[in-house]
Every structure is written in C-alpha cells, then in structure tokens.
C-alpha cells in the first residue's frame, strides 16, 4: 500500500484581493473658513454636497452648494430655528 501525501494549492490568486484597490479621490470638503476668522469678498467659507448649512447675512451659495463670502468681514455660524445652521458674514467682528 502507497500512502501519498499531496498538498493541493491554488493555482490562481484570490478574486478578491486581486480586484479590489480602487477608490475615488478625496473631495475635500467642509469648512475653510472657522467662526470669528475675517475673510475678503470670494473667499470660500465652506465645500459642501447639498445645504448642510444654508448662506446668511453676506455669503453667496455656488452651484455645488459652496458658500463664499460677498464681502469683506468675519465669519460667524449661527442656528436657526430647532436644526437649521447658516453661515454669515460681518463687516464688524460679532460678540459670542
């Protein structure tokens, strides 16, 4: 009697890790511009998909929900109501 001991291995790499590894790049998104930091006209406050947070006082919305700055003044975030937030600007600094 022949005893054989054979060893049977893959002959081909796993699907999954072979097809795996891609991923699609970073956005960079959220906010570029903190509450009480002074920006000039055009500065973009924050990137965003969707109105997370909707333009204030001074802040225009671009058509991929980015908020910029209309004019030259300081940042600040507020809440409106139970869950909404708005980003504002201010010629003067805001107190709080």
């Known amino acids: ?6 060893q049977l291995f893959a002959h081909k790499k796993g699907v999954g890790s072979s097809r795996n590894g891609r991923d699609s790049e970073a956005k960079r ?8 930091e002074f920006v000039t006209a055009g500065s973009i406050i924050m990137r965003q998909r969707g109105t997370k947070i909707h333009p204030g006082h001074n ?14 003044g300081y940042v600040a975030f507020e809440r409106v109501g139970k869950s909404d937030r708005r980003a504002s600007v201010y010629p003067e600094r805001v107190a709080g």
Do not use: P
């Open 29 to 36: 998104l959220g906010v570029k511009r903190h509450a009480g």
């Open 59 to 72: 802040v225009g919305i671009g058509k991929d929900d980015t908020l910029f700055a209309k004019v030259d």
């Open 1 to 6: 009697m022949i005893l054989m001991n054979l």
